[in-house]
């Protein structure tokens, strides 16, 4: 009975899978812009992202980060790297997958970047029109 509360406590502290903040990049499933733009509403709404990638999608999740990165959106706070174990859907046998997590927080500049934008795109906040 005690292991079985231990296993039980311990599937609560490690249960973070869920967070709003995380974004599971594939190098498949959506354009590269589209998990930039992603990125960037939810360092909006959450102060900071985390992007997530396995395998191959790796690459594309350094991509993403030095994009928000150069384009002054973004600043690197924390950079994990892990190897899952998984099942290999083809063959049925167990494989390993390299992991990474990239955190990233708002620069000082980031709000004002984000109206810059929004405004080259004719989105004023207050809804005025140009003339």
């Avoid at 960037?40 to 990638?53: G, I, P, W």
């Avoid at 099942?87 to 390993?96: A, H, T, Y």
């Avoid at 997590?101 to 934008?117: P, Q, V």
Wanted: proline content about 2%; glycine content about 4%; hydrophobic content about 40%.
């Amino acid at each position: 009975m005690e292991e079985i509360t231990e296993a039980v406590h311990n599937i609560t502290i490690s249960n973070d899978s869920h967070k709003k903040n995380r974004i599971q990049v594939s190098n498949t499933k959506k354009p590269l812009f589209f998990y930039v733009n992603l990125a960037k509403r939810y360092m909006q709404q959450h102060d900071e992202v985390e992007l997530s990638a396995l395998g191959m999608a790796i690459a594309t999740v350094v991509t993403i980060a030095e994009i928000l990165k150069n384009n002054g959106f973004a600043v690197e706070k924390k950079i994990m790297t892990s190897t899952i174990d998984m099942k290999d859907e083809s063959r049925g046998r167990p494989i390993q997958k390299a992991k990474i997590e990239i955190l990233l927080g708002k620069t000082d500049r980031f709000d004002e970047l984000m109206a810059a934008a929004a405004e080259e795109r004719g989105e004023l906040a207050d809804g005025e029109e140009h003339s």
